[in-house]
């Protein structure tokens, strides 16, 4: 079974430079997570979706952070403009069902992007 | 609001040595909780969880956890370390109530010495 797949592995920008990063779950997981990992710290839930739909983005700093997964299998992170502090990695994961996940339900995690903001 | 506290950041221990590894949590009530473990490079892996009966949970990788209630706790624990062990560990808890959002723990790196 395919895992999630992230790319790119690495991304090296200046502060104030625009970054996208792309996520394909595994195949038929209706939910779709971003995470936010800064070094030294645990992941942080930036945006969970299920199919198309949003169901959390509490997290997401809406001013320079957006996401979309446009036909529910594919995703894209963007960060208009970087800052300093948005350097990390950034994870992304799946599962099957949304309303037992992610308690319920085993979360599948990418790799990630490793973000680094000159 | 759920919280998570790993006590430590660092650990080393010597292959064949057994490990344990603290997890303090804060919810008002029963939680959901999480060991995930990321090897350098990848992502991360559920080791075990724990969602209400047996206190203690068997994991994969020869991993087990011990939810105390009375002590908020929820400390992972492997008998004998294999150099393979070596990794970063995060405890993290969730609950319905709480939208199952997953709350992460900052982590702790151990490091295997031969």
């Known amino acids: 079974e395919a895992g999630v797949a992230q790319s790119p592995r690495y991304k090296i920008i200046e502060k104030r430079q625009s970054v996208a990063f792309w996520c394909n779950p595994i195949s038929g997981h209706a939910t779709l997570y971003w995470y936010q990992q800064i070094l030294g710290q645990g992941p942080k839930l930036l945006i969970q979706f299920q199919n198309n739909g949003v169901v959390d983005d509490s997290q997401l700093p809406k001013d320079r952070f957006s996401a979309e997964r446009l036909k529910g299998v594919d995703s894209t992170l963007k960060i208009q403009p970087a800052k300093l502090e948005d350097s990390a990695v950034y994870l992304c994961?799946?599962?099957?069902?949304?309303?037992?996940?992610?308690?319920?339900?085993?979360?599948?995690f990418g790799s990630g992007t490793q973000l680094s903001v000159l | 609001a759920q919280s998570v506290t790993q006590p430590d950041i660092h650990i080393t221990v010597s292959e064949g040595a057994s490990l344990e590894l603290r997890c303090n949590y804060s919810y008002g009530a029963t939680p959901y909780l999480f060991w995930y473990v990321q090897s350098p490079g990848q992502g991360l892996q559920l080791l075990l969880k724990?969602?209400?009966?047996?206190?203690l949970v068997q994991g994969i990788k020869g991993f087990e956890a011990e939810f105390k209630r009375s002590q908020s706790s929820f400390n992972l624990r492997k008998p004998s370390v294999h150099w393979s062990d070596a990794a970063e560990y995060f405890c993290?808890?969730?609950?319905?109530?709480?939208?199952?959002?997953?709350?992460f723990g900052g982590g702790t790196r151990v490091l295997v010495k031969p």
């Open positions: 724990y969602f209400s009966g047996d206190t």
């Open positions: 994961a799946s599962s099957l069902f949304w309303d037992r996940a992610p308690t319920n339900e085993k979360l599948f």
């Open positions: 993290a808890v969730g609950a319905r109530a709480a939208g199952n959002k997953l709350t």
